[in-house]
């Protein structure tokens, strides 16, 4: 039984590999690949769905999202600074506001917003300013508390450097601590943007017109006019990637960046 | 290394006086009326023991705490006054702080030229300009395109000088600024410092470098809760204290190796 630690990390490190690959090969042939191709990746079915994935879905999910990300840094950075204010009952309002939308499933809000407003105040929103609406609403409660924490993990002496050095208040923030503050906010805003992209698959409970059909409606739609299987769903689900993932990249990039520059050496 | 004529740092170096000043947080009182007096070019070290309101004195000059009772007044401008305009008397009141408080997200060169091109609106060559001559003056000329973080904490705490300089200030507040450093960096730091009030610069330091504060502070206050013990020339309070508190505490911080029974 004398095992160095090395050894025992190597036998370690080797029975881990060994059930990875148990369980890919196990997959591998548990699948039914006939049947699979031809009701999840369908080459025709695909084709088919060219190019309106591309110019209306795509585009309009794109567009949804930044509605609602516009909406919700706007909405979010008034909340954040009401988080921070000196005023007590700004504060309260604020928390009330976060802990209210971001409680709520975004479904509710969609709901709420499509069909409960319009009957309550007698109002009719067109769906683009809707759609804006529910986004930004839900998503402002996250920006904001992201905001907040990023401004928030600014060292104090920061602040005082600043003041010191005869800024005012106001110049400190905007020259001294937002801009660390956004180093600091850039992985949440990101983790935000993303969960915007995929919350307007909810625009679907507004009723829509095809010109305004997003990827996921359109997924649906394209199944369930022609039976074409699950292909169409796969296929907006790589457009979803196509979104996500660059987005992902981009802000390591700016990461990477920010920390080559404050790092040592 | 051309331009190394003595320039005068301060033209104008400021007088402070300090009068019956009280802070609190809560119930708990960090100063009970201290009154002090420095003249234009004088050198004053605060010592004492941590949590005798030290840091917090020197904080109340430029308003970074508010004290709720007393006057402060730096020249001919009372700071205590409510209506006046802070960050004007902070534009001619340099601080430099225990952990340097650089911006990290900036050049050397922009963490010395971002408030002169802010605050004093001076334009890019002549902020350069004047930071560049202070850079030499703390001998990191060569550091304007590094990094803070690519700098020794010695390195960084003389850019943190260099900074406050480049306002051009009449009086320097220094709260402990080598505490935070390796020691055989804290050498390069009083040098500078030294240099710095043999110029005509009026410096209020807070500091447990006693060696320090004996050769070139031209007055010592000891402060112990809250209160001034003593104060004196720096030979005097350093060399021959007077009172119980600060022998006890002179004892302590020059021979800290030595046991210290509790008198019975």
Same mark, same amino acid.
């Given at each position: 039984m004398a095992m160095t630690a090395r050894q025992r990390a190597r036998i370690s490190r080797g029975v881990q590999y060994g059930l990875l690959v148990v369980i890919v090969v196990a997959l591998v042939f548990i699948a039914d690949w006939n049947t699979l191709i031809s009701r999840a990746l369908n080459p025709s079915v695909m084709a088919q769905q060219f190019p309106q994935i591309i110019t209306v879905a795509l585009k309009n999910t794109l567009i949804y999202t930044a509605l609602g990300f516009v909406a919700g840094m706007s909405g979010g950075i008034l909340l954040a600074l009401m988080r921070l204010s000196s005023v007590a009952p700004y504060r309260w309002i604020a928390t009330l506001y976060i802990e209210l939308f971001r409680g709520v499933p975004a479904v509710l809000v969609f709901l709420a917003l499509g069909f409960g407003v319009p009957l309550a105040f007698q109002v009719r929103f067109n769906n683009l300013v809707t759609v804006m609406l529910a986004l930004g609403l839900v998503s402002a409660a996250y920006i904001a508390e992201s905001l907040r924490a990023g401004l928030q993990a600014v060292p104090k002496g920061q602040y005082e450097a600043a003041r010191s050095l005869g800024m005012s208040h106001a110049r400190a923030m905007v020259t001294i601590i937002i801009p660390q503050a956004l180093r600091i906010v850039l992985p949440p805003l990101t983790n935000e943007v993303i969960l915007l992209a995929k919350d307007s +698959? *909810?625009?679907y409970l507004l009723g829509m017109t095809v010109a305004q059909y997003e990827l996921t409606k359109f997924g649906r739609e394209a199944i369930s006019g022609t %039976?074409? %299987?699950l292909t169409p769903l796969v296929l907006a689900g790589v457009c979803y990637l196509i979104i996500t993932v660059p987005l992902g990249l981009l802000a390591r990039y700016f990461e990477t960046r920010a920390d080559a520059r404050s790092a040592r050496k | 290394m051309k331009k190394s004529t003595a320039t005068a740092t301060a033209a104008h170096p400021a007088s402070v006086t300090i009068d019956g000043l009280h802070k609190s947080y809560g119930s708990l009182d960090v100063l009970k009326g201290i009154s002090l007096d420095v003249q234009p070019g004088e050198v004053v070290c605060l010592i004492g023991? +941590? %949590?005798?309101g030290k840091s917090t004195l020197l904080r109340c000059v430029n308003l970074l705490e508010t004290p709720q009772r007393g006057r402060i007044q730096i020249g001919d401008v009372e700071? !205590? $006054? =409510?209506?006046? $305009?802070i960050d004007a008397v902070r534009r001619r009141v340099g601080m430099v702080f225990q952990q340097f408080?650089?911006?990290?997200?900036?050049?050397v060169l922009k963490n010395l030229t971002v408030a002169q091109r /802010?605050?004093? @609106?001076?334009s890019e060559s002549a902020a350069r300009q004047t930071a560049l001559h202070n850079l030499e003056r703390v001998g990191l #000329?060569? /550091?304007?395109?590094? #990094? =803070?973080? &690519? *700098?020794?904490g010695g390195q960084q705490q003389r850019v943190a000088i260099a900074r406050a300089l480049s306002m051009d200030p009449e009086l320097m507040l220094f709260d402990? =600024? !080598?505490?935070? *450093?390796d020691p055989e960096t804290v050498g390069d730091v009083l040098s500078i410092m030294r240099d710095l009030a043999k110029e005509g610069m009026t410096m209020l330091v807070v500091t447990h470098e006693m060696a320090f504060a004996r050769d070139v502070a031209d007055r010592v206050v000891f402060m112990d809760g809250g209160v001034v013990v003593e104060e004196g020339l720096a030979r005097d309070v350093i @060399? #021959? =204290? &007077?009172?119980q508190r600060t022998q006890t505490f002179l004892s302590r911080v020059l021979n800290p190796t030595q046991v210290h029974t509790p008198e019975s």
């Open positions: +698959s *909810l625009v %039976g074409a %299987g | 023991p +941590s %949590g005798s700071v !205590t $006054d =409510p209506d006046v $305009d408080n650089l911006f990290p997200n900036m050049s /802010k605050v004093l @609106g001076r #000329a060569d /550091k304007a395109d590094s #990094a =803070p973080a &690519q *700098l020794s402990e =600024p !080598t505490s935070a *450093l @060399g #021959a =204290p &007077q009172h």
